[in-house]
Structures are given as C-alpha cells and as structure tokens.
C-alpha cells in the first residue's frame, strides 16, 4: 500500500548538522533512553552532537541521550541483527578477514526466511536443463519489476541483485549444507505456463529443506565462531556515533553491562528490518495499510523501526513512497469482521478461489500478486472480502499450480513446498474451522448466512462464476481459465479475509556499495544498510511472482555490504 506524501528528508530535518548522532535498531527507544549526559569516556571519540530540528514529526522524534558508557568494545565490522541479511554480512566480512561482532536485541538469534530469490544459481541452471520454460529474461524481469514499482524503485539495485544473486545463494547453501544439516532445493515452478495468464512469473526461489535436529542459526551460528565471529544477545542499540563525517559505532544497551560504546573501525552495517511493528509510523507513513491489515499476527512485528530512524538522525535519505508486502492471509470473524479487526493466520488465504466483497459479488481477478488483491480489496466495503471454494478444494488448488510460498503441493522438479496442503487443511484449517473462523456449510444459501452477506446476489455470482468455469472464459474480469474451479460440490467453505501484513518495502537509501546516502546522494561512510531497513528496491507493492525477491536481495545485499565493508573495497 503506497502513500506518497510522506514528509522528505529535507522538511523533517532542515537546520539538523549533517553530522547527527543516530538511534538504531533492536531496541524500543523509551527503555533505552537516559536524560543524563553525553558519554565521554576516553579514549572513545567524543560524537558530534546535533540541535533539534522543531518541525520533525511525531513518529522520527529526536536521538535519545545517554548516560555514561560503562565499557567500550573495539571491533572492525559490527553487525545489527541476525536475519535474512546480517547473517551474510556478518560471515562474509569475518571470510573476508576482518573483526566482526554481531549484536541481537533478543536472547537469541534469529532464523533466516526461505523462499530466497535469486538468478543463475547453480541449482537454478540445473533445472533449466531439464525444464527450458523455466529460464528467466533478465531483461523483462527488470522491466516488470520497474513496472511494478511504477517507476519508484532504483534499477541499479535491481541489476545488482540479478547479477549477484546467483553467487550468493551458491554461497548461502554451501554454508547451510556443509555438514549434512540441510538439502537447498531450487523451487522450480512458475504456474501460468498453463494457460497464459495475466502475470509473468519467475523461478527464482530457493529454500533449504532441514535434514536433522538443527536449526537454520544453529548452523549458522557455528559458521561463524569457526570464522571468529563473536555474538552479543540482549543488547540492544541506542545510538550511532558520527565522528568527523563518519559512522565510527555504536551506543548500546547491553542486559549484562549496561550502557556501552562499540566502536567499528571498519563500518557498521544495520540489518535490523523494517517497521510492522511500530503502529505510530506505519498510521503515519502508511495508514491505508493499517485500514487494510487484521492487528494480532504480525510476522516481524519486533521491526519496530528504530535502525530507520538512526539513519535518519545520521543524516541518511528515506524512500519517499511506502509499501508493504502484505499476504491474503488473515481470516477475521465470519459475521462482522473487517480491515483492522483482530485476526487469525488463514495460509490458504492466498489461493485464488472465488472471492466476493460484502454485497456478495466479485470485484477483481482473484489471480495474481496478493498485493494486487489487497489493493483492490481496500476499495471495498469494511475492507475485506470472503474467500469462497467447496469440497473439492485440494484437486483444485493443486490445478492452480501456485508459486513461491502459496505453493501446497511439490514443484515441477520435485522441490518440497514451504507447507504442504495436508498440513494446511488437517492442522491450520480445521483449527479455524473449530474456532469458527472458517464457514462450513451443507448449502451455498447457508454459506451466504453465515458470511452475513446478501443471498440472493451471493448465488447469482456463484452460478455466473460456475459458467465461466465451464467455458474457460471469465467474462467480468479476465481470468486464467485453469484457475477459475467450479463451486458445486458441498460441503461449501467460506472465510471473511484481509491483508496480514508481512514487512514494510521502504527503507533508508543506498547506492551500490550499501552505503546509506543522504538527499544529495552522498555516501555516509563507516554506514551500510541492508535488508527490510533499507530502500530503492521496491515500490508500491511486492513483486512476489519473483518469488523470494526480497529475502534473496537480503541475502545478496547482505552478503555485498560484508565484503565491502571488510575490504573497504568499494
């Protein structure tokens, strides 16, 4: 969901010294702030400080203070958060020879997300040998990936991923499969090569299938003691610390030692995600996207935004439109639920089954990006619809042959599925079928009923939707003929649905090197951006039919701002 008229970087922070002090990542604000004084223990630099500006809005807010600093750490690469991208950045560095200190605001670390994009890996190249129609034009996926942003997104960056991708999932699962621990699979299946449909998708996800006990950080984690990379859990940051046009570190909250001062001689790379779970800049940045999204089942609801507001304090650029990836995946109550209502994870939300809107009629084509449907579906009333299919729902969803993580059966070269369709109907579904979420009925006017949409139009719609059905021609809103599936056979199944929503599309700017830039496109040295917190890679909306775009430009950009900030070779 977009909105484009968010505050620049210029209004919110006019007459701020470039050289301003930033808060990061892992942490809430209001516990880590202290009114005392600047830390000034020696021989830690002395940050530059920064007079408020008065017209920042209420969501950035000013840097907190701090108390005096208990210790200091020395380090040459500090990474801020384990995930998608501070894995990579942080074991890329260490193979690359430098210091690194990875810090994590939990007492864990967290677990990489599969469905991870990229281009001309060596898995990729094996399944186009034996499946040609998988191969991918680099050219028109940049088209359509621009496209899709209409126009908001930086090609460079698009290159960058389509040209290094391949490598770093190489990379990725020779780490991963070292030991026996996982098998990675490329997912190779792109759906509409039956029939034609609206939407060009992509083969380009790769998932790691888990073999034993082990975890995806267990393994990950070892990777990195071997390299020598060091972990600190619970700490949480505070502040970045600028000195003489530089980002030198960090000032932390550390659970065991209070407050401390990192100091990265090398760079410092924030991998710290977006902002689904900070509900004051999403109603500010996005409020469509808060309209449209159930409240309760927020993936990455611990991005809380902080790593953002710390480059911007530091004199970093923001995207100036914001999305979000967003799932059809939320199931809210039967009978008056609606967009922002409390909601339940519903992963068979996303396949394209009838859908109709509260008058009890469709109103767009149920196949496509889910996005795509949940921008239509903010258009309707209470911004929600309901997800209508019968019993024959998993021969059905089969022959709907969806891709990436919507996929419940195996890929066309025998890659698993994320979750199959027997653990989605027998576990997921029947507990929402028991919790009343899920609508069963033996009739499609009792189906209407406990829905609370109109009758009559609601069995007008089905009988034209079951023609299409039969002629393969769906004449009110295109869609591909073998995802239209008749709605005949009882029992009949229905689900008030809405956005869930995954994780936010805007970040920081950054060029190639993953150095955040400010509004003149001036590089901030010793400052490196990767993952959900940074930008210019998405715009609008999530291109999911490149499947595992975003996680795999986590990966790649991850893996980039390692080396680079390691060798200092830009």
């Known amino acids: ?111 990489p997300k599969d469905d991870i994009g990229a281009i001309n890996s060596k898995l990729q190249q094996e399944t186009e040998k034996e499946f040609p129609y998988l191969a991918i034009d680099k050219m028109q996926l940049l088209k359509d990936a621009v496209r899709y942003a209409n126009g908001y997104v930086d090609s460079d960056l698009i290159k960058l991923w389509m040209d290094e991708s391949g490598e770093a999932v190489d990379w990725y699962t020779s780490v991963l499969e070292r030991k026996g621990d996982f098998k990675m699979w490329h997912e190779g299946g792109i759906g509409n090569y039956n029939g034609g449909g609206r939407d060009a998708a992509y083969a380009t996800g790769h998932s790691p299938q888990q073999l034993g006990e082990r975890d995806k950080a267990t393994v990950l984690r070892e990777y990195g003691e071997e390299l020598g990379v060091e972990f600190m859990l619970e700490t949480t940051l505070v502040k970045l610390v600028k000195t003489d046009g530089r980002v030198t570190g960090i000032i932390a909250e550390s659970k065991e030692k209070g407050t401390i001062q990192i100091n990265a001689s090398k760079g410092v790379i924030v991998c710290t995600g977006g902002y689904t779970g900070n509900a004051e800049m999403l109603k500010a940045l996005q409020p469509e996207t808060v309209r449209v999204s159930a409240t309760g089942i927020a993936l990455t609801s611990a991005d809380n935004g902080s790593g953002i507001k710390a480059a911007l304090w530091a004199g970093a650029d923001m995207d100036q439109v914001h999305g979000t990836c967003s799932f059809n995946r939320a199931a809210v109550d039967p009978k008056t639920g609606k967009g922002g209502d409390k909601g339940q994870w519903y992963w068979f939300g996303e396949q394209p089954f009838m859908k109709v809107n509260l008058n009890g009629v469709r109103f767009c084509n149920e196949s496509g990006p889910y996005d795509y449907m949940l921008h239509s579906t903010s258009m309707q009333p209470g911004s929600v619809y309901c ?61 209407a009923e406990g829905l609370n949409i109109p009758v009559e139009p609601f069995l007008e719609q089905v009988k034209r939707y079951n023609t299409y059905a039969a002629t393969g021609v769906d004449e009110e809103y295109g869609k591909v003929a073998y995802r239209i599936t008749p709605i005949d056979t009882a029992p009949f199944y229905g689900v008030r649905t809405c956005a869930w929503l995954l994780s936010t599309l805007d970040g920081i700017r950054i060029n190639k090197n993953m150095n955040a830039i400010d509004a003149d496109h001036n590089p901030i040295p010793g400052l490196y951006v990767c993952g959900d917190a940074s930008g210019g890679f998405f715009g609008n909306t999530y291109f999911n039919l490149v499947t595992g775009m975003a996680a795999g430009r986590s990966v790649t950009f991850g893996r980039r701002a390692g080396r680079i900030a390691a060798t200092e070779a830009l």
């Open 387 to 447: 997800h209508i299919y019968d019993a024959n729902a998993k021969a059905h969803a089969e022959q709907m042959q969806m891709v990436g993580c919507c996929r419940l059966f195996p890929f066309d070269n025998g890659a698993p599925m994320n979750i199959p369709f027997d653990a989605v109907w027998g576990g997921m579904n029947q507990g929402l079928i028991d919790s009343g979420h899920i609508v069963v009925a033996d009739t499609l006017e009792e189906l």
């Open 1 to 111: 969901m977009a909105n484009t008229k968010s505050i620049s970087r210029r209004e919110f922070l006019k007459g701020s010294a470039a050289g301003a002090l930033g808060v990061a990542a892992m942490g809430l604000l209001g516990a880590c702030a202290d009114t005392s004084t600047t830390p000034t223990a020696t021989p830690t630099p002395t940050p530059e400080t920064v007079e408020p500006a008065s017209d920042v809005p209420a969501w950035l807010g000013v840097e907190p203070e701090t108390g005096a600093v208990a210790e200091t750490i020395e380090t040459e690469v500090l990474v801020i958060g384990s995930g998608t991208a501070g894995w990579p950045a942080a074991l890329t560095a260490a193979e690359n020879g430098a210091k690194v200190l990875m810090i994590e605001r939990y007492g864990y670390l967290n677990t």
